[in-house]
């Protein structure tokens, strides 16, 4: 079964410093890949998808992502934190185009001044 | 941008009772999804339907749980008999291509 792993559970992070979220996934061929924020209250918004081509994939906000196939790997940047960054951060994983997205438990993200 | 939206943004209920959240998928999208966010825990799914049936469904989407597409814009997860685990925040998202989910804002669902 597919399943995704967020190693971190808590991040605190300066405000301008930089930002690496990590996310590995359990899947025999290639996902595709999400990251999705959730601000406190709020709904899910897709930062940034994966499915094919340039491992590197640019999303909203200022956010990059960086599939790895050796590792396994899904891992969110972003060069410099904004106040605003401070949310739940999920990575996300499906099967196919049509397939139920699994998520994994989240990344929460708190920046200090 | 167009959106999904969920009706009501907040429901309390009691315990036992029957509760209907809804939903108004983006209009030129086939394919309907509800997950479900107990506080403090990670998103799951529930169920997906295309095509006015259920393709598949969860666990956790046991007898209790219903779905409905009653029109052609809204899209309905009735819960017959709710149970204070029931209480979560609930997401309906559609799409029409490749993956591209959008989720609504969620109905935080309260049972006393």
């Known amino acids: 079964a597919q399943s995704v792993t967020q190693p971190d559970i808590h991040i605190t992070v300066s405000e301008g410093a930089s930002l690496e979220l990590r996310c590995n996934y359990s899947?025999?061929?290639?996902?595709?890949l999400f990251w999705y924020v959730q601000s406190p209250g709020q709904g899910l918004q897709l930062l940034l998808k994966?499915?094919?081509?340039?491992?590197l994939v640019q999303g909203i906000k200022g956010f990059e992502a960086e599939f790895k196939r050796s590792q396994s790997s899904f891992n969110l940047r972003k060069p410099s934190v904004h106040w605003s960054d401070a949310a739940e951060y999920f990575c996300a994983v499906m099967k196919t185009s049509y397939d139920k997205v699994i998520f994994g438990p989240g990344t929460s993200l708190s920046v200090i001044p | 941008e167009p959106e999904v939206t969920q009706t009501p943004s907040h429901q309390v209920t009691q315990m036992g009772q029957e509760v209907i959240l809804r939903c108004v998928p983006i209009s030129n999208h086939l394919y309907f999804y509800w997950y479900r966010q107990i506080l403090g825990q990670k998103v799951e799914f529930l169920v997906s339907?295309?095509?006015?049936?259920?393709?598949?469904k969860s666990e956790i989407f046991d007898d209790q749980f219903s779905v409905e597409r009653p029109d052609g814009s809204n899209f309905t997860l009735k819960i017959r008999s709710t149970k204070l685990e029931d209480s979560a925040m609930y997401f309906c998202?559609?799409?029409?291509?490749?993956?591209?989910?959008?989720f609504g804002s969620g109905t935080r669902l309260t049972v006393v």
């Open positions: 998202a559609s799409s029409a291509d490749r993956g591209l989910y959008t």
């Open positions: 994966y499915f094919s081509g340039d491992t």
């Open positions: 899947y025999g061929a290639t996902p595709y």
């Open positions: 339907f295309y095509n006015n049936e259920i393709s598949e």
